[in-house]
């Protein structure tokens, strides 16, 4: 069956523009022009995907994805934005947004990272799904519930949980998905390619910012005073989790 979107856009023409788009490529699409029509349809009827405009009129987009994540709604939520500063992209991750997209925007950019937010809440699907393919990076995964362990950091992947020393922290999906990533690899450079497929399933390329966005936020979270920083850039390569 099609995946469900619901597109909450106060901008008529972007509104009718994008869910034309979305139609047309295949996606069941329910359009409304603001935040309070935006949550009484989630309630109703919930989408497998949301694309919130983050400037709306009454209640925007942020608060839209709080109101949602207080309830504990994970579905997957795409904002929508014209602010480019990285303060303002923050605040989209900080409220429970697992992806943003920059105004003016490629359609077919849209439709990729959608893609790749419906192939990670598919990601446990029934035997029937393909195997993924090879990757060049072999982590050895636990037993179920075992957590792992790696530069002063505890993780716990069954239960979606991570403390550093006796500070449990709080992460969205994909800060959580991320860190993983860098604890199990933990002393190995991951470029950024092999993170962008690991995480999103898709390359953005070299002028996308979205992966330095998440890692900055994560270092924000991950950071306390006299201890010594664990996500560190190899400049032109990519990121390495470790203990200096």
């Known amino acids: 069956m ?15 523009a994008l869910e034309r788009a ?11 022009a603001d935040g309070v029509e935006a949550l009484a349809q989630a309630h109703r009827t ?8 983050v ?11 709080r109101v949602l994540r207080a309830e504990g709604d994970r579905t997957p939520i795409l904002m929508l934005t014209a602010l ?6 923050i605040a989209g991750l900080d409220a429970g947004a697992d992806d943003y997209v920059v105004k003016p925007f490629d359609v077919e950019e849209v439709f990729a ?30 037993p179920e519930g075992q957590t792992v362990e790696a530069a002063g950091l505890r993780l716990d992947p069954q239960a979606r949980r991570v403390w550093r020393g006796e500070r449990e922290l709080e992460l969205t999906r994909t800060e959580f998905e991320l ?13 950024h390619s092999t993170i962008y497929d690991r995480i999103w399933g898709y390359d953005f390329g070299p002028g996308s910012k979205n992966l330095a966005v998440y890692v900055g936020y994560l270092r924000r979270k991950l950071d306390q005073p006299g201890a010594p920083q664990l996500i560190h ?10 203990e200096d």
């Open 22 to 32: 979305l139609t047309l490529e295949g996606y069941r699409v329910t359009a409304v």
């Open 113 to 142: 990272r959608l893609r790749a937010l419906l192939r990670r809440t598919a990601a446990p699907a029934g035997a029937d799904a393909p195997a993924p393919p090879a990757q060049p990076l072999p982590p050895v995964r636990p």
């Open 84 to 89: 480019v500063e990285t303060a303002d992209r």
């Open 233 to 242: 850039t190899v400049r032109g390569v990519g990121y390495v989790l470790r």
């Open 2 to 16: 099609a995946p469900t979107v619901l597109l909450a856009e106060d901008d008529r023409a972007i509104r009718h």
């Open 179 to 191: 860190l993983e990533l860098l604890v199990r690899n933990a002393g190995i450079v991951l470029d």
């Open 55 to 65: 400037m709306m009129p009454g209640i925007d987009g942020l608060q839209v994805c």
């Open 46 to 53: 919930p989408p497998d995907v949301l694309v919130l405009d």
